[in-house]
Nanobody, 119 residues
Framework: QVQLVESGGGLVQPGGSLRLSCAAS????????MGWYRQAPGKQRELVAT???????NYADSVKGRFTISRDNAKNTVVLQMNSLKPEDTAVYYC?????????????WGQGTQVTVSS
């Protein structure tokens, strides 16, 4: 069984920074794409950033130049560094990993962490 545990959310003023972390544990043979998504109240969940097993990154246009995604394969961890935060970044942030366990590849989600940007 695989679990993803997120940390690092909170309340920050506009222009501030937060660092989100997501650690995967369990029977993991390999982790392919790792990513962050967010869901604001009344809106659909949307992609924020992804990083492939080879390190290629992809960002939503709304966060390009402000957010940076990285991964530590030895620790099965993905990190989202968020700078120059705006009120419109307020949402619940979820990590998602595509993981090979034994002979099955599945997507796993974290429980979500609240990010609130407000003065």
């Amino acid at each position: 069984q695989v679990q993803l545990v997120e940390s690092g959310g909170g309340l920050v003023q506009p222009g501030g920074s937060l660092r989100l972390s997501c650690a995967a544990s369990g029977i993991i043979f390999s982790i392919y794409t790792m990513g962050w998504y967010r869901q604001a109240p009344g809106k659909q969940r949307e992609l924020v950033a992804t990083i492939s097993s080879g390190g290629s990154t992809n960002y939503a246009d709304s966060v390009k130049g402000r957010f940076t995604i990285s991964r530590d394969n030895a620790k099965n961890t993905v990190v989202l560094q968020m700078n120059s935060l705006k009120p419109e970044d307020t949402a619940v942030y979820y990590c998602k990993d595509t993981i090979l366990t034994r002979d099955v590849i599945s997507d796993y989600w974290g429980q979500g962490t609240q990010v609130t940007v407000s003065s």
